[in-house]
């Protein structure tokens, strides 16, 4: 799945080219594609069609579109790229992709946006916003490091509760949200922490650290269009992020750390892989 400067890259894009359009038709193909729409997928596209869009929002992973009807009754169009999903803005009359799973045709005539999923985990789903404008059913995500909303005193708090690994602290969205498994392992290799450190064990100053450098290094990913280690994550524009270029440890098994030269570490985490330098970053003792 795409984690925040991925999404934030597709949510500016959509801010761009979508925003203040107004949705003349749109087309879903099959059901899967509007599963996390209970009502179903003719429901979501009634409810939809001939709304405008007003705004296009991120909470850490999590996309949508606000859209709002002709009372300005307003609802949230939340976006799920999963792990291959594209919002892709194109020319009304390119050949439709491969595989196409929705379609929004606007008002203008203009380019139109497409959802295009090879591997057909992703969807939408219409949600109703709460008072700060978060939609309903993501509320138990935390806020990001780039909300004003985020208190990042708080996030080190739970995190010194917790006795797991910090890495495992980092990925729980429902303390922080956005970091995922490549950001989590860069802003570790930063701090000098190995993955499973256990969170209540580090200083307060380590924990707030560590945050910054999270914050700093999807802050560099932004700047560079994200991380695309293949085809399937890519702008509204159909373009690749580069940031893999820049990356220190993740997926770097075997290459010379950066600041020490021994070679990178590649272990097994959840059903995953972590990335680290064995002397920059020490394993726990006993683990």
């Given at each position: 799945m795409p984690e925040l400067p991925e999404v934030e890259t597709v949510r500016r894009g959509l801010a761009e080219h979508v925003v203040g359009r107004r949705i003349a038709d749109v087309e879903?193909?099959?059901?899967?594609?509007?599963?996390?729409?209970?009502?179903?997928?003719?429901?979501?596209?009634?409810?939809t069609r001939h709304t405008s869009v007003v705004d296009?929002?991120?909470?850490?992973?999590?996309?949508?579109?606000?859209?709002?009807?002709?009372?300005?009754?307003?609802?949230?169009?939340?976006?799920?790229?999963?792990?291959?999903?594209?919002?892709?803005?194109?020319?009304?009359?390119?050949?439709?992709?491969?595989?196409?799973?929705?379609?929004?045709?606007?008002?203008?005539?203009?380019?139109?946006?497409?959802?295009?999923?090879?591997?057909?985990?992703?969807?939408?789903?219409?949600?109703?916003?709460?008072?700060?404008?978060?939609?309903?059913?993501?509320?138990?995500?935390?806020?990001?490091?780039?909300?004003?909303?985020?208190?990042?005193?708080?996030?080190?708090?739970?995190?010194?509760?917790?006795?797991?690994?910090?890495?495992?602290?980092?990925?729980?969205?429902?303390?922080?949200?956005?970091?995922?498994n490549i950001y989590a392992d860069e802003a570790l290799w930063r701090a000098g922490i190995h993955a499973e450190r256990r969170s209540d064990l580090l200083t307060k100053p380590a924990l707030d650290r560590l945050l910054t450098h999270a914050r700093e290094v999807m802050t560099d990913a932004l700047g560079q269009g994200g991380t695309s280690f293949d085809a399937l994550y890519v702008n509204v524009n159909g373009a690749s992020g580069y940031f893999d270029r820049s990356l220190a440890a993740y997926g770097q098994s075997g290459m010379p750390c950066r600041r020490c030269g021994t070679p990178i570490r590649r272990e097994h985490f959840m059903n995953r892989s972590s990335y680290s330098c064995p002397r920059c970053q020490p394993a726990p003792r006993g683990r």
């Open positions: 879903i193909r099959g059901a899967r594609v509007a599963r996390r729409h209970l009502p179903g997928p003719d429901d979501l596209v009634a409810r296009a929002r991120r909470r850490g992973k999590y996309l949508w579109l606000v859209v709002a009807d002709d009372a300005d009754q307003r609802q949230a169009l939340l976006l799920h790229l999963g792990m291959s999903g594209q919002l892709l803005v194109q020319p009304p009359d390119a050949p439709d992709e491969r595989h196409l799973h929705a379609r929004w045709r606007f008002a203008d005539d203009g380019p139109e946006l497409r959802f295009v999923d090879q591997r057909t985990f992703g969807g939408m789903a219409l949600a109703d916003l709460d008072d700060a404008g978060i939609p309903e059913s993501i509320r138990h995500i935390a806020p990001d490091p780039f909300e004003g909303a985020y208190d990042q005193a708080a996030v080190v708090r739970r995190l010194k509760r917790r006795a797991s690994g910090i890495k495992r602290g980092l990925l729980d969205q429902t303390v922080v949200s956005g970091i995922g």
